[in-house]
């Protein structure tokens, strides 16, 4: 295979697996509940909405990004020169694919979110970060739903 297919090739699959890892949810929302979290009893607790503060969630990376990354730039570092020379070209092209898959992964996984500051009836003040997608106001009535795990803030 010549080197322009090879090219080809590993550019498809490196869309692919950053493709895919985009589509692994780890949200916390307000309002999206996974499997895990159905049918388990929650406290609840009753408060006012204190504060609001937008902020971004920037969650783990799988390393898909720095392994496909790295391959591509390995392949392509190779296909430099010849003998001594590709080879290193190519571990010197891993380490910089590496290091770009990893930044692209984590630019696509980054998301808006709120820190909602509550003050409880009973006076206590809690503050909860989940992904912005409901509207909080100062002065909002609101319940916070807690497991032994999580803690989530509804109108």
Do not use: W
Not at 43 to 55: I, N, P, T, Y
Not at 91 to 110: D, F, P
Not at 116 to 139: E, M
């Amino acid at each position: 295979m010549n080197n322009v297919k090879r090219m080809a090739c590993v550019v498809a699959a490196l869309m692919g697996s950053l493709g895919l890892s985009a589509c692994v949810s780890t949200h916390t929302s307000g309002s999206v509940y996974h499997p895990g979290q159905t049918q388990n009893e929650m406290s609840v607790r009753f408060g006012v909405v204190d504060s609001v503060r937008e902020v971004t969630i920037a969650p783990g990376q799988s390393g898909v990004g720095t392994l496909t990354g790295a391959a591509l730039g390995g392949l392509a570092g190779s296909t430099v020169g010849g003998g001594r020379g590709s080879t290193a070209a190519g571990l010197v092209g891993a380490v910089v694919g590496g290091i770009v898959g990893s930044n692209i992964e984590a630019e696509s996984k980054m998301r808006k979110g709120l820190e909602i500051t509550v003050r409880l009836d009973n006076g206590d003040i809690k503050a909860i970060t989940q992904d912005a997608d409901d509207t909080f106001r100062p002065g909002d009535r609101v319940r916070l739903l807690s497991d032994r795990r999580a803690t989530r803030v509804t109108h």
